[in-house]
Nanobody, 124 residues
Framework: QVQLVESGGGLVQAGGSLRVSCVASGRTFSSLGLGWFRQAPGKEREFVAA????????NYADSVKGRFTISRDNAKNTVYLQMNSLKPEDTAVYYC?????????????????WGQGIQVAVSS
């Protein structure tokens, strides 16, 4: 089992920055592929970014490329999502997820563990 706990969400103005974090416990963190997903009100969950177990490979949704950066610190069992140039359409609940394949997968159904989610709101 893996437990994932997100932190760092909140309210920010458009154009601003925010970093969300996710701490994992319960399984060798360095073996996991990690991803961030989000779900806005009335919309389906969508992929945001993912990172391979080594941290060498990353994957981003087109909507966040060049604005968001995913990174991980295996010594701290933590994955980060740095969000810059935020837009109102980035408003959503952001979820951290982990897969046992160790890959930067964009498909949510292939993830085995999920955090509880954290709210990010961007005002215009």
């Amino acid at each position: 089992q893996v437990q994932l706990v997100e932190s760092g969400g909140g309210l920010v103005q458009a154009g601003g920055s925010l970093r969300v974090s996710c701490v994992a416990s319960g399984r060798t963190f360095s073996s996991l592929g990690l991803g961030w997903f989000r779900q806005a009100p009335g919309k389906e969950r969508e992929f945001v970014a993912a990172i391979a177990r080594s941290g060498g490979n990353t994957n981003y949704a087109d909507s966040v490329k060049g604005r968001f950066t995913i990174s991980r610190d295996n010594a701290k069992n933590t994955v980060y999502l740095q969000m810059n140039s935020l837009k109102p359409e980035d408003t959503a609940v952001y979820y951290c997820a982990a897969n046992i394949f160790g890959s930067p997968i964009a498909t949510g159904q292939l993830y085995h563990y999920w955090g509880q989610g954290i709210q990010v709101a961007v005002s215009s």
